[in-house]
């Protein structure tokens, strides 16, 4: 806003009496004023177009423009300041029909004085800053809301449509004509009236109140779509006067969600069924190969004389026993997937390693293996005793059972603190294996990668399961006639004694 003394006036006047009277109270309200005079409209409108104004006095006869024309013509400039309408009529109505069509204020050339000039043009400059400000605000509001995603809408207390944003009419796919005026229960899905009724009534009696919920519309293709909406009662705002829906299509979600429902209920039902039919599978096998094993311990081998039938029941007793540890196998992997909640307690890798290389000491003796460990770093973990001991069990025995011919077998263990747990690392220097080939199968159930007769392919499949089913982790690299290293990674921070 310029300062009160240095104000740039535009008088449009053409009686020169009137000019002179009104330029006498301009110097004494404003003693600095700069003052430019044009008699007709046209010349003041090219004087608006060259230079700033900051308050146009308006006299409505002129030679070339009266009453309502001249106010539209500069009007319709744009950037046009405000202006102050002078008559010699003491016309009322005049003079509001003046204020309708934007001038700031309306004074008779009778009743002018200085003071009344002076507030008259300070008041007029304030009046059109604030107008400016409220809309460039408006038009900013405007543009958020039309480029917003979200719908926007305003209802009556009676929950009619008064107004809608552009970006209602793309999610519902209906033009404001044919929605403003609507009750909005007209497009509810019918299991949703009651529960959108029931909110509705509970925001209108309530300055203020905010409340949420997600229901369905019917769109112009006769499919209902799911919106997630907000209702904020500012029926008391006089600015506003309405309850404000926002609301989002939010309808791939509750389908995602839905498919994510049914999948989860399929494969829970699944899962279940499975679970049965293993049950089932293995009781109805242990009754009969229990029977087998018996009948293989009461066999008296030593009166067997003949030797294809020596050879053929030491065949029927191997398979028999292979497939009874076959089917102990499969009953502790079950009990793994099933079993969420082991105890879990603080043990030391030292302790673990000890009693695994004493049970298998034999074997580690006659294959000359070097086993050397480090657990300085992280020397305990929270984990199940009974899984961790196995784990151990299966990796060292896994080493042993396949050592390079070629050099002495050297098993290195060592653990370290990571950011969110403990890590142990199991190295060897065995004959390897070709994990390009392999992949993903290393850990699967009965699956082999050398020509070894003990092996049976359930061992690693048993350590990431125990791993996983404690929230843990297993990787595993490889290089062949280099050796093999996996990476145990515990999701617990260790607790040290």
């Known amino acids: 806003m310029p300062t009160s003394n240095k104000l740039q006036v535009l008088i449009i006047e053409d009686n020169k009496g009137d000019f002179i009277l009104v330029t006498d109270y301009l110097s004494e309200a404003f003693p600095l ?6 008699s007709y409209l046209a010349a003041a409108i090219t004087v608006l177009k060259q230079q700033p104004i900051d308050i146009i006095l308006l006299d409505l006869t002129l030679p070339d423009s009266k009453g309502e024309q001249s106010i539209n013509q500069l009007k319709a400039l744009p950037g046009v300041p405000p202006v102050i309408v002078l008559t010699g009529f003491a016309d009322k109505e005049t003079g509001i029909n003046s204020l309708k069509l934007g001038v700031q204020d309306y004074l008779v050339k009778d009743d002018i004085s200085s003071a009344i000039l002076q507030k008259s043009i300070l008041y007029s400059i304030e009046r059109e800053r604030i107008q400016v400000q409220m809309t460039q605000s408006e038009k900013r509001f405007r543009s958020l809301i039309e480029n917003s995603t979200d719908g926007l809408a305003l209802l009556n207390k009676d929950g009619y449509i008064i107004e809608m944003s552009n970006t209602t009419s793309k999610i519902l796919g209906y033009p404001a004509t044919e929605v403003i005026g609507i009750s909005t229960p007209g497009f509810l899905h019918p299991e949703d009236v009651r529960k959108v009724f029931k909110l509705f009534s509970a925001v209108v009696i309530e300055t ?11 769109s112009p293709q006769g499919e209902y779509i799911w919106l997630e909406t907000n209702f904020h009662n500012l029926l008391h705002d006089t600015a506003v006067n309405a309850v404000v829906l926002n609301f989002r299509d939010i309808t791939s979600r509750k389908k995602n969600e839905e498919e994510k429902k049914q999948l989860i209920s399929e494969l829970t039902k699944s899962n279940a069924e499975l679970k049965q ?10 009754a009969p190969l229990t029977n087998l094993i018996s009948i293989i311990n009461l066999i008296e081998w030593d009166k067997i004389t003949d030797a294809n039938t020596r050879l053929l029941l030491k065949a029927f007793k191997e398979s028999t026993f292979q497939l009874n540890e076959t089917l102990n196998d499969l009953m502790e992997a079950i009990l793994i997937k099933k079993s969420g909640n082991r105890k879990q307690t603080a043990l030391l890798f030292s302790d673990i390693t000890d009693k695994v290389t004493r049970s298998l000491n034999s074997l580690i003796v006659h294959s000359c293996a070097t086993i050397t460990s480090n657990f300085v ?9 009974v899984y961790l001991e196995s784990i151990f069990t299966n990796l060292l025995s896994n080493a042993l059972k396949y050592a390079s011919p070629e050099r002495r077998l050297q098993v290195n263990i060592q653990s370290y603190l990571v950011e969110d747990g403990v890590e142990l690392i199991f190295a060897d220097n065995g004959i390897g ?6 992949k993903e199968r290393i850990f699967g159930l009965h699956q082999r990668f050398h020509n070894n007769a003990d092996s049976k392919g359930i061992g690693l499949y048993l350590v990431q399961s125990q791993m996983n089913a404690l929230g843990g982790s297993i990787k595993v690299t490889s290089t062949i006639n280099v050796g093999t290293t996996f990476t145990l990674k515990f999701k617990n921070q260790p607790a040290y004694a």
Do not use: E, W
């Open 377 to 385: 770093n992280a020397p305990t973990v929270q984990f199940d005793a």
């Open 33 to 38: 004023a700069n003052i430019i005079h044009c």
């Open 277 to 286: 039919y293993t049950y089932i599978t293995s009781h109805n096998l242990r």
């Open 433 to 438: 294996m070709d994990m390009t080939v392999i």
């Open 208 to 218: 203020n109140k905010v409340l949420d919920a997600d229901f369905r519309v019917l």
